[in-house]
């Protein structure tokens, strides 16, 4: 399952433990733990979530809701836009601090070339990203 999901054996047992898997079954005779088609499904679905930035604690409000059916589709809609939200900003940033690099890569290579018109366009453009970082 660890391979599977991507989770790690010790992160797959603290789920367990925290009951966002549920009780996973043991082989008889070598106690490894045995994850049925429905937890299985579950943690895929929760390495997905993980993989897009849930915390625990979204992940136990998404299960609570599910488990509530129809009645919980308003809200399972608000968290998954609200998580959206917050995924496009991280990645805002990320483009911020991936330009920040080239630029940073740009003013390096113009100084190792001696182009200092290069290197002073490639300075601009890094006072102009840094600007825009947030903490």
Known sequence: MARR???S???LRYYEKIGLLGAVGRDDSSGHR???PATAARVEALSCLRSSGVTVSGMRRYLDLL???DSAAGDLRD???AQAEKLAADIEQLQLRL???RSKTDMWDARVRGDAHAENRAVEEITR???HFTR
């Open 67 to 69: 488990a509530r059916g």
């Open 5 to 7: 999901s991507g989770f």
């Open 34 to 36: 045995r994850y049925g």
């Open 129 to 131: 990203l840094l600007k």
């Open 9 to 11: 054996e010790p992160t």
């Open 79 to 81: 968290l998954f836009a």
């Open 99 to 101: 330009a920040y690099l």
